[in-house]
Nanobody
Framework: VQLVESGGGAVQPGGSLKLSCVVS????????MSWYRQTPGKERELVAS????????DYEESVKGRFFIFSDDVQSTVYLRMNNLKPQDTAVYYC??????????WGQGTQVTISP
């Protein structure tokens, strides 16, 4: 199983990025997909998730209205569109896949840096 993130980088406040996570080695639509982020010294936090049964999305409060999670089931890819980025969004962003029976997989992470 592989989850490969891309799309991170350095942008100025107010800028946008789109993260991608290409999934292989599992049945993509059997897994609920999420994006987490982590900064040094802090626990990894859930940013956004999409339920692959209902396609319901959920967001961490501070990113609501700015971040959008969506999936391309044909390409087995989940995206995180991030708009109006703020310095506090700086983190390593991780792709996460979870099956109902409990199997969990993580990507390797992609760095997002927001600075003037």
């Amino acid at each position: 199983v592989q989850l490969v993130e891309s799309g991170g980088g350095a942008v100025q406040p107010g800028g946008s990025l789109k993260l991608s996570c290409v999934v292989s080695g599992l049945t993509f639509t059997d897994y609920h997909m999420s994006w987490y982020r982590q900064t040094p010294g802090k626990e990894r936090e859930l940013v956004a998730s999409i339920d692959h049964f209902t396609y319901k999305t959920d967001y961490e409060e501070s990113v609501k209205g700015r971040f959008f999670i969506f999936s391309d089931d044909v390409q087995s890819t989940v995206y995180l569109r991030m708009n109006n980025l703020k310095p506090q969004d700086t983190a390593v962003y991780y792709c996460h896949a979870r099956a109902n029976e409990g199997a969990v997989y993580w990507g390797q992470g992609t760095q997002v840096t927001i600075s003037p």
